[in-house]
Nanobody, 115 residues
Framework: QVQLVESGGGLVLAGGSLRLSCAASRSIFSANTMGWYRQAPGKQREFVARMTSGGTTAYADSVKGRFTISRDNAQNTVYLQMNSLKPEDTAKYYC?????????WGQGTQVTVSS
């Protein structure tokens, strides 16, 4: 079993920044993919950002140029840097990491952006 613990969410004004963290209970060096998803009330979960083991990144069009996914293998942590936040970014953000042994989700962290 792998546990993922997200942190860094909170309330921020539009235009502000937050950095989300996803700490894994085991090494992420061998992870195939690492990613972030979000879900707002009444809406489906949507893809936000993803990174492969080789470092290739992909972003949803809605966040491209504003969000950056990164990792720190020594800390077993995946990050999502969110800049120029908009009210429409308000959602619960979930970390997902895929290992050969399986796919794991974090518990989510709430991000609320006020206008």
């Amino acid at each position: 079993q792998v546990q993922l613990v997200e942190s860094g969410g909170g309330l921020v004004l539009a235009g502000g920044s937050l950095r989300l963290s996803c700490a894994a209970s085991r090494s992420i060096f061998s992870a195939n993919t690492m990613g972030w998803y979000r879900q707002a009330p009444g809406k489906q979960r949507e893809f936000v950002a993803r990174m492969t083991s080789g470092g290739t990144t992909a972003y949803a069009d809605s966040v491209k140029g504003r969000f950056t996914i990164s990792r720190d293998n020594a800390q077993n942590t995946v990050y999502l840097q969110m800049n120029s936040l908009k009210p429409e970014d308000t959602a619960k953000y979930y970390c997902k990491i895929e290992f050969v042994s399986g796919l794991y989700w974090g518990q989510g962290t709430q991000v609320t952006v006020s206008s």
